[in-house]
Nanobody
Framework: VQLQASGGGLVQAGGSLGLSCEAS????????MTWFRQAPGKEREFVAA???????????YYADSVKGRFAISRDNAKNTVSLQMNSLKPEDTAVYYC?????????????????????WGKGTQVTVSS
């Protein structure tokens, strides 16, 4: 599976930015999709995850630091996962990565958010100025 993220850029604090990640080469619906980020000098951290089906029946998880400000969604017809980021803060500045984890039998989404990802895309830079 190849993942290609796009949509990063420079935005002022309080602004909004949308990221998109397109998957190719696999059966998209069989993958839970996630976003991670890595700020300079810091370890990569979990941002958000969405279950295999997405939509109204899907399950989403968010890091506490972005809960209420970010929204993850997926379009299984277009093999894309998106991250809408609102009320951005300077501390949201980081390289953002999309990642995929193939569904394992019996695995629950709560386990996915702490499990190793199977595929990673190249990151996209998000810079929030104060």
């Amino acid at each position: 599976v190849q993942l290609q993220a796009s949509g990063g850029g420079l935005v002022q604090a309080g602004g909004s930015l949308g990221l998109s990640c397109e998957a190719s080469g696999g059966t998209f619906i069989s993958y839970a999709m996630t976003w991670f980020r890595q700020a300079p000098g810091k370890e990569r951290e979990f941002v958000a995850a969405i279950s295999w089906t997405g939509g109204p029946g899907g399950v989403t998880y968010y890091a506490d630091s972005v809960k209420g400000r970010f929204a993850i969604s997926r379009d299984n017809a277009k093999n894309t996962v998106s991250l809408q980021m609102n009320s951005l803060k300077p501390e949201d500045t980081a390289v953002y990565y999309c990642a995929a984890r193939q569904k394992r039998v019996g695995e629950k989404m709560v386990e996915v958010v702490t499990a190793p990802m199977d595929y990673w895309g190249k990151g996209t830079q998000v810079t929030v100025s104060s």
